[in-house]
């Protein structure tokens, strides 16, 4: 490294003092941007990203690919008859486990991200102070997006055929991103509460494997105890499961879909102002 | 409304940050005038970034207060952001990203327009001599041209004040000449710069003002001559070709230089401080008297150099402790004193 910085340093060209004069005479600044400006100039950050980073995909593309398949070939026999029959049933839950399970990366990411210096120098712009985090989120949700066409495809070549047609796809898949966005606020603010990027994937295995799997996603919860069917069946990831399920098999649940949008909105008022209070803090 | 009247770019008062039981800042009253180079001069774990940190709405001060241009920097951390710019000890650029992008994505949420931010950006990095590596990531840069592309960010708006974090710390002596050159031309402007360092030779070069802060607190402030006669006006190194002509020589250089003398681990070296009776302007003449009363004496010198005082030596004549054992500051940087070799002051004015 040491060899090509100084290869580097001796090529370097030199400064123009005149030029550099042309243009700080100039004191105009231009009206202070948007909140929706930021946010997407920070989504727009976060794609340059993906596209200088191509590897991070391999969550989003590998993952979702892996748990379609495991899921399908263990439970379709014993749950279903086949794989096939199974399938029917099981692919917009496992879309929205393995979507919702994404999410958590976003908490790793902004722990290690915000170390750097480059954060100092967002937080010391004039701008509307949550964009930072809302370009993440943004970004994000491309990977979601990503994900869920991944998890379709292999469903569909397995056999998987939604009654709701393209439009009732679209809408599930539109509600998920959308849940998912709203859900991410909680790794948000654990990824800048917590210090360490192992601590912050240490705590958000614990809230996600219990709150992905104990949901509707693989099994109808009658057939679970009591006690657990009523935590099963009030789990904002069983309402969405339904909702999903329901939009991309052609039926309108409007209620299973008020209540994801529900718990969407809850997570960004309860989990965007502490992620900001710590943000502000950092 | 202050602003004007006053002609302040800082004001700070009592000024206190503490992080658990130590206190970084402790106390600390600044008045830079607007147009100005104010040298913020410390050891590592001074207190220098902590303050830096308050005055650009990064961190909350424990106790004071401070204003920019005359806005409060926590009731009205918006209105200074609006007008100051910060470039750290490390860069404040996004490594990931390309130098074309980073500036585009600054300009943006500066609030240019995709083409205003564009063109800006390309003749940014044409000023800086970095239009070849504009599309290379600046993970890549080497450290001159990271710290070129850093100042270009805190510039896209000429800003009315720029905070300097240590700006040349660990550059090698050509690229930090270029960074003085950037600086001289962002303040021909106009623009006030607060510059932190553990350099006096860069203080000296900039500054107009300097303050020396020492555990959190400034142990002396004023114009660099002020403080220049309050250390001595230089240092002089020889080395002699014949051990044992050393304690005649330092004899000489006592009388001749009404100087300090000490005498070096290595029996030919000695080093003389300049009393404060030599001024800058007569350092280098008085030292060459004292040169030639060694070779009137018959004493043969091998080497020979007349340098300003290190940061060492200020600290000496100020605090009578010396930088290394100044209190921890967790914002500082790791950087150990006078590891950068580049600036031993003895390689200022070779003889």
């Not at chain 1, 969405?240 to 879909?257: I, K, N, T």
């Not at chain 1, 529900?262 to 950092?282: C, E, H, Q, S």
């Not at chain 2, 806005?71 to 490594?95: C, F, M, N």
């Not at chain 2, 390309?98 to 300009?107: D, I, Q």
Request: hydrophobic share 45%; proline share 4%; glycine share 10%.
């Amino acid at each position: 490294m040491s060899t090509a910085t100084s290869t580097e340093s001796k090529e370097l060209a030199p400064v123009s003092a005149e030029s550099l004069a042309a243009l700080l005479i100039s004191k105009e600044r231009p009206p202070r941007p948007s909140a929706w400006s930021t946010s997407m100039t920070f989504g727009w950050r976060a794609i340059l990203k993906i596209k200088h980073v191509p590897e991070q995909l391999f969550d989003v593309t590998a993952f979702p690919i892996m748990m379609v398949l495991m899921y399908t070939y263990l439970f379709g026999g014993a749950l279903a008859g086949s794989p096939k029959e199974y399938i029917q049933f099981l692919l917009p839950g496992i879309l929205v486990m393995s979507v919702v399970m994404i999410t958590m990366y976003t908490g790793v990411s902004v722990n290690t991200d915000i170390e750097k210096g480059v954060f100092d120098r967002f937080r010391s712009l004039p701008i509307w102070r949550p964009s930072t985090m809302v370009g993440y989120l943004l970004g994000d949700a491309l990977r979601y997006t990503i994900a869920s066409a991944v998890m379709l495809t292999v469903g569909i070549i397995l056999g998987y055929r939604p009654d709701g047609g393209v439009g009732g796809v679209l809408a599930g898949i539109a509600l998920l991103v959308l849940f998912s966005f709203a859900f991410s606020w909680i790794w948000t603010m654990f990824g800048l509460m917590l210090r360490t990027e192992k601590s912050v994937m240490g705590v958000s295995m614990m809230v996600i494997f219990p709150l992905t799997f104990l949901s509707n996603v693989f099994v109808d919860p009658k057939t679970m105890p009591g006690w657990l069917q009523a935590f099963v069946n009030n789990s904002p990831i069983t309402h969405l499961a339904s909702a999903v399920r329901g939009l991309m098999g052609g039926d309108w649940p409007a209620a299973e879909v008020a209540w994801a949008l529900g718990w969407a909105g809850l997570f960004v008022l309860v989990f965007g102002p502490i992620t900001m209070r710590l943000y502000n803090r950092k | 409304m202050s602003t004007q009247t006053s002609g302040m770019a800082i004001e700070t008062a009592g000024l206190v940050k503490t992080f658990g039981e130590t206190r970084a800042v402790d106390g600390v009253d600044l008045s830079v005038p607007a147009g100005t180079v104010y040298g913020v001069l410390g050891p590592n774990g001074a207190g220098k970034t902590t303050t830096v940190k308050m005055l650009a709405t990064l961190l909350r001060p424990d106790g004071g207060e401070a204003h920019v241009f005359g806005h409060d920097v926590v009731r009205e951390a918006d209105e200074v952001r609006g007008r100051v710019s910060l470039t750290g000890q490390y860069a404040s650029v996004d490594e990931d990203l390309t130098g074309t992008e980073n500036l585009v994505l600054l300009g943006r949420l500066l609030g240019h327009h995709k083409k205003a931010a564009r063109s800006r950006a390309a003749q940014l990095l044409e000023a800086f001599g970095l239009t070849e590596a504009a599309g290379k990531q600046v993970k890549q840069y080497s450290g001159g041209m990271r710290r070129r592309i850093d100042i270009a960010a805190s510039i896209l708006n000429t800003p009315d004040l720029l905070f300097l974090d240590e700006p040349t710390t660990g550059l090698d002596p050509r690229s930090r000449n270029q960074v003085w050159d950037i600086v001289r031309a962002v303040v021909a402007q106009g623009t006030t710069v607060l510059l932190t360092t553990q350099y006096l030779d860069e203080a000296d070069q900039l500054a107009s003002r300097i303050a020396v802060i020492d555990r959190g607190r400034v142990i002396a402030e004023g114009t660099k001559g002020e403080l220049k006669s309050s250390v001595g006006a230089g240092t002089v190194h020889l080395r002699l070709r014949d051990p044992d002509r050393r304690d005649l020589a330092a004899g000489l250089l006592r009388r001749a230089l009404d100087a300090q003398v000490q005498l070096e681990h290595d029996p030919v070296a000695l080093t003389a401080r300049l009393g404060a009776a030599a001024s800058d302007d007569n350092a280098a003449e008085q030292a060459s008297r004292a040169l030639g009363e060694l070779a009137r004496a018959g004493i043969t010198v091998d080497n020979f150099s007349l340098g300003q005082p290190s940061l060492d030596e200020v600290f000496l004549a100020l605090t009578g402790h010396d930088t290394h054992d100044s209190g921890h500051d967790p914002h500082d940087s790791g950087h150990a004193d006078g590891s950068d070799h580049s600036h031993d002051p003895k390689d200022e004015v070779a003889a």
